[in-house]
Structure formats: structure tokens, C-alpha cells
Nanobody, 125 residues
Framework: VQLQASGGGLVQAGGSLRLSCVVS????????KGWFRQAPGKDREFVAG????????DYADSAKGRFTISIDNAENTVYLQMNSLKPEDTAVYYC???????????????????WGQGTLVTVSS
């Protein structure tokens, strides 16, 4: 299973970016999908996810109302639309998938088996 993330870049505060994650080697419908981020000097944190068993989405409080996770099954791609970006959103963003994920662990990075390489998002003030 391979994940290829893209779409990061430099954007001014208030702007938007859409991250993409192309997944190969596994049908997206058979896995839970998540986006995480890691800012310099900080731990990796959950941003958003779509879960295989329920089809529901979940967002970190910092992402609610601004970010939207979506999937294109035909393209086997996961997206993260990020609007109203803030300087504190600056981080490397990672996509990840999990074949089997306990719901209570859905925000825990250790529950995800496969990871993309990360794409850097920089938001200037």
C-alpha cells in the first residue's frame, strides 16, 4: 500500500488549500482514512477522518467548520479542503489509512498502518 500526498504550499492567512492523497494497493472503501499534521516541535495530531465501518467523518476541534475531508472512490483519492487558514495551521500534513480501526482509537496515529510522505503547509500572517 502506498500513499502519495500533495497540494501543500505557502498561503496567506484566510486563504485555502486542497490536499490530495492518492492511495494505491488498497481500495479506499475497505479502509478508514485520516489526515494528521505535525508542526515543528509538536506531536503529530489528528485533523480529520472518514471511517470505514460507519462512513462518518470526524474533525479535530481546530478543523471543524474550516476543513472538509472527502474521498473519490473512482480515483482512490482522499482530499482535505482547508479554508480560512490560520498561521497555527502551519505543519506537515500526512494522510494515513487503517484496515482495522477501533472507533475509540480513531484519532490515534498508532491505529493507522499506512502513511504518506507528508506535504508542507505554511500559512503566513
Amino acid at each position: 500500500v502506498q500513499l502519495q500526498a500533495s497540494g501543500g504550499g505557502l498561503v496567506q492567512a484566510g486563504g485555502s488549500l486542497r490536499l490530495s492523497c492518492v492511495v494505491s494497493g488498497r481500495d479506499l472503501r475497505s479502509v478508514s482514512k485520516g489526515w494528521f499534521r505535525q508542526a515543528p516541535g509538536k506531536d503529530r495530531e489528528f485533523v480529520a477522518g472518514i471511517f470505514r465501518n460507519t462512513g462518518r467523518t470526524d474533525y479535530a476541534d481546530s478543523a471543524k467548520g474550516r476543513f472538509t475531508i472527502s474521498i473519490d472512490n473512482a480515483e482512490n483519492t482522499v482530499y482535505l479542503q482547508m479554508n480560512s487558514l490560520k498561521p497555527e495551521d502551519t505543519a506537515v500534513y500526512y494522510c494515513a489509512v487503517a484496515g482495522s480501526l477501533i472507533h475509540s482509537e480513531r484519532r490515534n496515529s498508532r491505529g493507522y498502518q499506512y502513511w504518506g510522505q507528508g506535504t508542507l503547509v505554511t500559512v503566513s500572517s
